[in-house]
């Protein structure tokens, strides 16, 4: 998937996310897509198939409402997270 695709599946997943819990601020996820993908997928080193990897990196989000964009690459990169 190219970066453009991707950055789209991370704002339609956040807004849905936001919609469907009726909480949370869909703005936060919306703008910070693309950077929030080139971040995870370019710069960050994690493992989907080993979460508990003790030298991967941490990305910490301090808007809490924002939260959905966390959620959206977690499960976009592999992590089993329901989306639900």
């Known amino acids: 998937m190219d970066r453009k695709h991707l950055a789209n599946a991370i704002r339609a997943l956040s807004m849905d996310g936001v919609q469907q819990a009726n ?3 869909p703005g936060a996820p ?3 897509a693309d950077i929030a993908e080139v ?3 370019s710069h960050l080193n994690h493992n989907p198939a080993n979460p508990e990897w003790a030298d991967r990196d941490r990305f ?3 808007n809490g409402h924002g939260s959905m964009l966390i ?4 499960h976009l990169s ?3 997270l329901s989306i639900d």
Do not use: T
């Not at 959620?71 to 977690?74: A, F, K, N, T």
């Open 39 to 41: 971040l995870w997928r």
């Open 23 to 25: 909480s949370g601020h």
């Open 78 to 80: 592999g992590y089993e």
């Open 60 to 62: 910490v989000l301090s």
């Open 30 to 32: 919306m703008g910070m």
């Open 71 to 74: 959620y959206s690459l977690l």
